[in-house]
């Protein structure tokens, strides 16, 4: 007879030998480098062209992320349309993304139409126009769209936080106000287009499954460019966070529930408690069985998921808390994680949740290592943090070894209450 | 090509296994055939409800994710209108730990009223941040309201109100339980680096001896077909004037399914589709347009919304709209346009079946739908399409009796 109130013997995921696959470097007649990984099962490649063009570069508001979009949107030889049509008709995806550093051109499709594509990509970042019509078009439609989640709560939670925290002069705290949009000017754009793309730095990811020549194809594409390695070195900001802690903010008189924010500043990946940090945040907020969600989703119902995390920035960071939760529970749900944190300073985490946690970290590490993607993801992460292979054992083999006093000493450290800011938007 | 292995154990369970030795992961998919259709109209959400019950513990485990965690292992569940599917991932070594959660809670449920009381709560936010917390977050109630006057399409999975989720009782959820989670109701696929004997062994242990119960007949009211035009109004605090378009279409395993679908990719796929070229970058009246349908299993809704630009009077929006739905069925595709939207189909189902868990699910849901093999059958479906049945489908979806209008205008 099956006795069912016995778990099946496992093995400890700690015990898995975890390797990240190596990937090839190399360099493009220009010295832009290249990170290439040959893996994968299907027949399908991703490329990313990381510029360093995000917001932290830009003397004007929202140029950076104005100048991302339109990359797509007009050259002196193709339409916006055409443009669009030239990757559509492959099936592939050409999408771009500004973040506050960098800025994002990734195309993904099957492999076979790799050749078609990258021509079109080389257009779009040496040959771009940014005509008057078709950033009236942007103008009007971001407008639209920030009018729209200005009415979301949440949204503006998420503004209003990172402003706290960085200051509004920070390219971490910054946020765009439909006059920002109003000011925007193709002169402005081109600008910062021939500055931090056609001439700028740039690096490239390329993951799948990749043709023997793909050094060759990227370099006809691409190594002729003047972009380059060395360019634009980043400007360093100073955060300049604000006097007063605690907010409350009524957004929307019919309100429901409370977008709350808790942040605090914290240092980025290279710091020695970095990692450890992970771990800590994992228990307190960082996963579903997290004592945040078991105390304030399982335990109490104020809300559909609170979660924590370290933000994901080069340079600094912060650590947050978010959640939505009824609006008459919001202050109690804000007073149960300040007794979370209290709790994570006071008493050890115990043997049993700690090799759990160990356990979920290793074994999410093991699942989100399939795939060339997902495995140039990381990847990429090493590299544009600066770090170096070891990071990734090193991470490894903290998941594995770190202590609950260890932990405790880091909850004291970085968990105090008063260190955090406090926001709720209804 | 996707391989699997089929075979179906005594109490009635259907077991896929999909083999990957590429990755050091497995993945256990339980599909339960019930969802939000399967409600009495008196007490909706409870299919959505249920699953967060699900993770209150079963008749022999008190807790479901920590020992998953301990295996390495995550997990996570999803309702639709249709189905309900589970489905974990963990280290193949440690894929016993599945079967043993997984069969347990198939065995029986042992919540008790504190789960149910907080998990009412939990579905009650959740209601709150996507449906009432947003603007225009009340669309597909009204839209569902509006299209369906008798199939239980009429609700949204998480429920028609708050209250319905709030009155749920313990004995309800009980006899939810007993005619739904039932083998043979359900649909079990393991995929990943393990072996199909492997799982033929360990799903006779953990799963064989869990009582047939009873078989569920689905017997649904079915929606008459529309004979006239539908059309409904809602002023709200919103910023913007927004309109939104419903056609009803065909059911999942229905040859015209296929059709439909491309038709969607042609009038809304993506920035060179026709939709987003004509109204948003040429005569600049919405702001963003979509079009998509719900893939649904019964005949479902191809819808089409977009946000008007500040000034567009509704009427010169809906009639562009007009415009470029009436060009379709005039004029047809050309074939590059049916070339393009066949390799847009080609791509997307190589990125969907790039993870083994969209794999597990994928296998899962044609089974449901009555043929596993469906899986590598659909893209040849899809190429069969040709430029006049496109044309053809588009005078039938588009017809003026099979139209729903909600015009959703700002204070």
């Known amino acids: ?426 | 090509m996707i391989q699997f292995e089929r075979f179906v154990l005594a109490n009635g369970l259907t077991v896929l296994v999909h083999e990957d030795k590429s990755t050091p992961m497995a993945v256990v998919n339980v599909l339960y055939d019930v969802g939000a259709r399967d409600e009495d109209p008196n007490k909706t959400g409870f299919a959505h409800l249920f699953e967060h019950l699900m993770f209150g513990g079963s008749i022999n485990i008190p807790v479901y994710d920590e020992p998953l965690q301990v295996a390495g292992g995550e997990n996570n569940a999803y309702t639709t209108n249709d189905l309900t599917n589970y489905y974990c991932q963990l280290p193949a070594e440690n894929i016993e730990t599945a079967f043993w959660l997984e069969s347990d809670r198939m065995l029986s449920l042992a919540f008790g009223k504190k789960s149910l009381d907080t998990q009412r709560k939990v579905v009650c936010e959740e209601f709150k941040e996507h449906y009432i917390n947003k603007p225009y977050g009340d669309v597909w109630k009204r839209m569902r309201e509006l299209a369906y006057t008798t199939h239980p399409y009429r609700w949204m999975t998480i429920g028609k109100e708050l209250s319905h989720i709030e009155n749920a009782t313990l004995e309800d959820v009980k006899a939810f339980f007993q005619k739904h989670y039932t083998p043979s109701n359900a649909v079990l696929v393991v995929a990943g680096n393990i072996t199909v004997n492997q799982v033929k062994e360990l799903a006779e242990k953990w799963f064989g001896p869990i009582p047939a119960g009873n078989k569920y007949e689905r017997n649904l009211p079915q929606e008459p077909k529309q004979m006239a035009p539908r059309t409904a109004e809602v002023k709200a605090n919103v910023p913007l004037d927004a309109l939104y378009k419903c056609w009803h279409i065909y059911a999942r395993t229905d040859k015209r399914y296929y059709i439909a679908d491309l038709v969607t990719e042609i009038l809304g796929g993506g920035a060179s589709s026709r939709l987003y070229q004509a109204l948003v970058k040429e005569k600049k009246l919405f702001s963003n347009i979509e079009c998509y349908h719900f893939g649904s299993t019964d005949a479902g809704l191809l819808a089409i919304e977009g946000k008007l630009v500040k000034g567009v009077a509704m009427k010169d929006a809906e009639a562009a709209l007009n415009d470029e739905l009436f060009k379709i069925q005039q004029e047809g595709i050309t074939e590059k346009e049916l070339e393009k939207v066949k390799n847009k189909t080609e791509s997307m189902m190589a990125f969907e079946d790039m993870s083994l868990m969209n794999r597990a699910a994928s296998i899962a849901m044609y089974e449901l739908l009555g043929d596993a093999s469906l899986i590598n059958k659909e893209l040849d479906l899809y190429k069969a399409v040709t430029a006049k049945d496109i044309i053809g489908e588009s005078r039938i979806i588009f017809d003026i009796n099979n139209t729903n209008t909600l015009y959703y205008f700002a204070n």
Request: charge should be negative.
């Open chain 1, 1 to 426: 007879m099956l006795n069912r109130t016995i778990a099946p013997p496992i093995k400890d995921a700690v015990d898995f030998d975890l390797q990240l696959k190596p990937c090839t470097y190399f360099e493009l007649d220009n010295g832009v480098p290249v990170y290439a990984l040959d893996a994968g099962t299907q027949e399908v490649f991703q490329l990313e062209l990381v510029f360093y063009a995000g917001n932290a570069f830009e003397q004007q508001k929202t140029v950076a992320s104005a100048t991302n979009f339109l990359l797509k949107n007009g050259t002196s030889t193709k339409t916006a349309f055409e443009i669009n049509e030239a990757f559509e008709y492959y099936g592939a995806y050409c999408n771009r993304a500004c973040y506050n550093e960098t800025a994002v051109i990734n195309l993904s499709s099957l492999s076979k139409h790799l050749d078609q594509l990258l021509p079109v990509i080389k257009e779009m970042i040496t040959d771009s126009i940014f005509s008057e019509e078709e950033l009236a078009t942007y103008k009007q439609n971001s407008k639209q769209r920030l009018s729209v989640n200005l009415k979301k709560s949440e949204f503006v939670a998420g503004r209003l936080i990172d402003a706290y925290v960085y200051g509004e002069q920070h390219p971490y705290g910054v946020y765009t106000n439909p006059e920002d949009i109003d000011a925007l000017t193709t002169a402005a754009i081109k600008t910062f287009f021939n500055e931090y793309y056609l001439n700028g730095k740039c690096i490239i990811f390329i993951s799948g499954k990749l043709p023997d020549q793909i050094q060759t194809i990227l370099n006809i594409n691409f190594g002729g460019l003047s972009i380059g390695a060395n360019k634009n070195p980043l400007p360093v900001s100073t955060i300049q966070p604000a006097e007063q802690k605690k907010y409350r903010i009524s957004n929307d008189v019919d309100g429901v529930q409370g977008a709350i924010r808790l942040a605090r500043e914290f240092p980025n990946r290279r710091h020695p408690d970095f990692m450890k940090v992970m771990v800590l945040n994992t228990v307190f907020g960082g996963y579903f069985g997290s004592r945040l969600m078991s105390n304030i989703r399982e335990d109490k119902g104020y809300t559909y998921g609170i979660h924590s995390y370290i933000q994901n920035h080069l340079q600094q960071t912060a650590w947050m808390i978010s959640t939505e939760a009824g609006k008459d529970v919001s202050e109690a749900t804000v007073e149960e994680v300040y007794k979370e944190m209290k709790i994570l300073q006071e008493e050890l985490v115990d043997e049993e949740e700690l090799l759990l946690v160990r356990n979920y970290l290793i074994g999410t590490i093991l699942g989100d290592l399939d795939g060339p993607f997902q495995l140039m993801g990381r990847w990429k992460n090493i590299i544009l943090n600066g770090l170096s292979e070891n990071y990734f054992y090193d991470s490894v083999q903290t998941i594995k070894t770190i202590s609950a006093e260890e932990l405790r000493e880091l909850a004291k450290k970085y968990l105090n209450p008063e260190d955090f800011y406090e926001l709720i938007v209804i």
